[in-house]
C-alpha cells in the first residue's frame, strides 16, 4: 500500500492549460503540503493544509490552488500554465501540525510537469 | 528569511570511502532538523532527525549527523559508503518565522552522492 500517492506521475501540457495533480494519503495524517522542486533541485514548500485548513501559503501566484475536499486528500490546480511551472511537484504529509516543527513528512513519488 | 544551504551539490565516491556532507542554515531560534535521502526512481524517506538532547544522532542505514548549534550545522555522514547509497541527500529545517505564525518546513537543494562499486 503506498501511503502517500499522487496522480499523474507524469504530466505534459501546452502553455495556457488549465491542470491539476490530486494526493491521497492513507497515513491517517491531519497535514498535508505540496512542495515544488525545479531544475536546480531547490525544494520549495508552496502550501500546507491542516484538516482541511490552509495553514501555509508560501508567495505562489494564484494561478494555484490547492483544494482539500477531506483531510486525506489535497489537490492542486493549476490554471495558465507557463513554461517556468515546468518542475517535479510533490505532495507530502505528516502527522498533526500541532507539533509541526517535529513532525516527519512523508512524500509522494513525484508529478513532473512539463510545459510546453 | 530563514535557508538551508548545502554546499556540496554533487559528490562522487568509491565504496568503502568516508562520506561528510555539509548543512548549514541561518536561523537563531530554536530549530529541528532532519535529512531526508531519495533513492533513484522512489520518493523521499526520512533519514534521521535531530529534535534536541545528545546533538550526534545516528540514522538508518549507518549514516549519522552532528548538530553543532554555534556553528548552525548538521552535517551527515558515514564511515563507508556503499553502492547502495546512490541518491540525492536533502537537509531540511523546520522553524517558526520570527513575526510568528505556522512551522515553515525549509529544504536545502540537495546533493547528488554516486558510488562507485
Given at each position: 500500500d503506498t501511503a502517500v500517492s499522487q496522480t499523474p506521475k507524469y504530466l505534459v501540457t501546452q502553455m495556457g492549460n488549465d491542470k491539476s495533480i490530486k494526493c491521497e494519503q492513507n497515513l491517517g495524517h491531519d497535514t498535508m503540503y505540496w512542495y515544488k522542486q525545479d531544475s536546480k533541485k531547490f525544494l520549495k514548500i508552496m502550501f500546507s493544509y491542516?484538516?482541511?485548513e490552509l495553514i501555509i501559503n508560501e508567495t505562489v501566484p494564484n494561478r494555484f490552488s490547492p483544494k482539500s475536499p477531506d483531510k486525506a486528500h489535497l489537490n492542486l490546480?493549476?490554471?495558465s500554465l507557463e513554461l517556468g511551472d515546468s518542475a517535479v511537484y510533490f505532495c507530502a504529509s505528516s502527522q498533526s501540525a500541532a507539533h509541526l516543527t517535529k513532525n516527519i513528512q512523508y512524500f509522494g513519488a513525484g508529478t513532473r510537469l512539463s510545459v510546453l | 528569511a530563514q535557508s538551508v544551504s548545502q554546499h556540496n551539490h554533487h559528490v562522487i565516491l568509491s565504496e568503502a570511502a568516508s562520506l561528510e556532507l555539509g548543512c548549514n542554515y541561518?536561523?537563531?531560534?530554536t530549530v529541528n532538523l532532519f535529512w531526508y535521502v531519495q533513492y533513484p526512481g522512489q520518493h523521499l524517506q526520512l533519514l534521521l532527525k535531530y529534535f534536541s538532547g545528545d546533538p550526534l544522532v545516528k540514522g538508518i542505514k549507518g549514516f549519522e549527523a552532528e548538530?553543532?548549534?554555534s556553528k548552525?550545522?548538521?552535517n551527515l555522514r558515514k564511515p563507508s559508503v556503499q553502492w547502495s547509497d546512490t541518491a540525492e541527500?536533502?537537509?531540511a529545517v523546520t522553524l517558526q518565522p520570527a513575526s510568528g505564525g505556522s512551522y515553515i518546513p525549509t529544504f536545502g537543494?540537495?546533493?547528488s552522492l554516486i558510488v562507485h562499486p
Open positions: 491542516n484538516n482541511k490546480h493549476i490554471n | 541561518s536561523y537563531g531560534g548538530f553543532i548549534k548552525f550545522s548538521f541527500y536533502f537537509c537543494r540537495g546533493t
